[in-house]
């Protein structure tokens, strides 16, 4: 009962806790990027071109926009759905590629610390992992026109969709399915058409690109840089069953011992977009940050490998005592279990990693600034997205807010209130405190500091 069911049991259970998680956190992930996500989404149908903004995804804007209406509650809502659909299909893929102990391939998902925690943002990476398990599902159930499309699309969810198209696309020329191969042209063809309305250029879809650059304001880093970062993502249980997964793969690729769909869609899949983002932080280029929640996109992949790594030591190492390999099973899984529950680095730290964060408790100590010392009739100038979300107003309205930028201060009027903070006016927007002195008809007005860790300054032109 347990084996037939246990899949629709574990997802139960992970929605009661999601739920328990959206009732009792504030969070939202982080401060930048989750914030603005969740503002494109929302705001979509009073600006159908939000619809067609590359940075912010058409299609994840498409798809989570009437969850969004219901405030950042409803995207985590969302998020929730994405992720159980996400463990569903990689579940399935694992028992199509005939994988033993598929169960441990849920567990893997579901207790991965930082996909967990972006669950109740509004960013991107988990929306892109379920349409790699969709892909991949259809594939394997040899639906190859469906994966193709599916597949397709993963560009407009996040860009590197397109070095997932290419590992598909090797795929299908292996497997001599030439006519699947122009079905990965779907999405593009399907949005330059559609979003021809807005740009007036079919090749808006590859113009738009916002990472598109041979550099990066953010720097650049080691080559081991993700090495590193991938145990601050899945934790050092899945970390070392991953690497065992992916030696053990290795092997039995040198010795021809292994199937095409986990050569190429799974192992060479993940490592695909692994190395493609190890050599664009390390390069310093597409405008990467080195961010580990990228990993998070191929998490499908990821568990699958280290399932192998689990099945390894469990199935082939202690294969000889019936026992061992059940007291070696039992382990293994409590270990997954507990790990995001412990005090380890790359565990949960559910109060900071859940909760809003200070910059934007900071955010919500300078709305209430204004709602109560200053007039209704001004208009706003600022860099962090957070608050947008603090003063409950529309970005995308320059009646309401403009951005704070170098060529702003010509738009200024009497009345205005910006509001300068020390990490996105400075890193972003490459304003300082020495630029705003320059202009002495802004006045401060307020100010709210953390221990200098993160600094805002509200001003307005008297």
């Given at each position: 009962m347990l084996r037939k069911n246990g899949i629709f049991l574990i997802l139960f259970l992970y929605i009661v806790a999601a739920a328990f998680t959206i009732f009792h956190f504030d969070g939202t992930g982080d401060s930048g990027d989750s914030p603005m996500h969740y503002l494109f989404?929302?705001?979509?149908?009073?600006?159908?071109?939000?619809?067609?903004?590359?940075?912010?995804?058409?299609?994840?804007?498409?798809?989570?926009?009437?969850?969004?209406?219901?405030?950042?509650?409803?995207?985590?809502?969302?998020?929730?759905?994405?992720?159980a659909?996400?463990?569903?299909?990689?579940?399935?893929?694992?028992?199509?590629?005939?994988?033993?102990?598929?169960?441990?391939?849920?567990?893997?998902?579901?207790?991965?610390?930082?996909?967990?925690?972006?669950?109740?943002?509004?960013?991107?990476?988990?929306?892109?992992?379920?349409?790699?398990?969709?892909?991949?599902?259809?594939?394997?159930?040899?639906k190859l026109i469906a994966g193709a499309i599916i597949i397709s699309l993963l560009p407009f969810i996040r860009s590197e969709g397109?070095?997932?198209?290419?590992?598909?696309?090797?795929?299908?020329?292996?497997?001599?399915q030439w006519k699947v191969l122009p079905y990965l042209a779907f999405g593009h063809v399907f949005y330059a058409v559609v979003g021809f309305s807005v740009y007036k250029d079919l090749l808006w879809i590859f113009k738009k690109i916002p990472y598109a650059q041979?550099?990066?304001?953010?720097?650049?880093?080691?080559?081991?840089?993700?090495?590193?970062?991938?145990?601050?993502?899945?934790?050092?249980?899945?970390?070392?069953?991953?690497?065992?997964?992916?030696?053990?793969?290795?092997?039995?690729?040198?010795?021809?011992?292994?199937?095409?769909?986990?050569?190429?869609?799974?192992?060479?899949?993940?490592?695909?977009?692994f190395t493609a983002h190890t050599l664009f932080w390390y390069l310093g280029i597409f405008n990467s940050m080195g961010l580990k929640r990228v990993l998070i996109g191929v998490m499908p992949l990821l568990s699958i490998i280290a399932m192998i790594g689990f099945n390894?030591?469990?199935?082939?190492?202690?294969?000889?005592?019936?026992?061992?390999?059940?007291?070696l099973q039992i382990a293994l899984v409590l270990v997954?279990?507990?790990?995001?529950?412990?005090?380890?680095?790359?565990?949960i730290h559910w109060k900071t990693d859940l909760s809003l964060t200070q910059d934007q408790e900071m955010a919500h100590k300078i709305a209430n600034f204004v709602d109560e010392e200053l007039s209704d009739e001004h208009r706003f100038i600022f860099a962090h997205?957070?608050?947008?979300?603090?003063?409950?107003?529309?970005?995308?309205?320059?009646?309401?807010?403009?951005?704070?930028q170098l060529d702003v201060f010509d738009k200024i009027k009497k009345g205005d209130i910006i509001i300068w903070d020390s990490w996105f006016s400075v890193l972003e927007r490459g304003i300082t405190t020495e630029s705003m002195a320059e202009h002495p008809q802004f006045k401060e007005v307020f100010r709210c500091e953390n221990e200098g860790q993160a600094v805002f300054i509200v001003y307005q032109w008297k």
């Open positions: 989404a929302k705001h979509a149908p009073q600006h159908p071109e939000l619809y067609f903004d590359h940075w912010a995804k058409p299609l994840f804007v498409l798809l989570a926009s009437p969850f969004a209406q219901f405030g950042f509650v409803g995207i985590k809502v969302f998020n929730v759905i994405i992720v659909l996400t463990v569903l299909f990689t579940y399935r893929c694992a028992e199509l590629l005939s994988i033993k102990n598929k169960l441990i391939v849920v567990l893997i998902l579901l207790f991965t610390p930082l996909y967990f925690v972006l669950t109740f943002s509004a960013l991107t990476e988990p929306f892109f992992a379920l349409f790699i398990a969709l892909g991949l599902y259809a594939v394997l159930k040899h397109l070095i997932i198209i290419g590992v598909f696309a090797f795929y299908f020329i292996v497997k001599k041979l550099s990066s304001i953010y720097g650049q880093g080691e080559l081991t840089h993700f090495v590193e970062q991938l145990y601050y993502t899945v934790g050092l249980p899945i970390y070392i069953l991953f690497w065992l997964g992916s030696l053990v793969l290795a092997y039995k690729i040198g010795m021809k011992r292994i199937s095409s769909e986990i050569f190429i869609l799974v192992f060479l899949g993940f490592f695909a977009f390894f030591l469990t199935e082939e190492v202690f294969s000889f005592n019936t026992s061992v390999k059940k007291l997954i279990l507990i790990f995001p529950f412990t005090r380890n680095h790359a565990a997205p957070y608050l947008n979300i603090a003063l409950e107003i529309d970005p995308f309205d320059a009646s309401q807010k403009l951005e704070l």
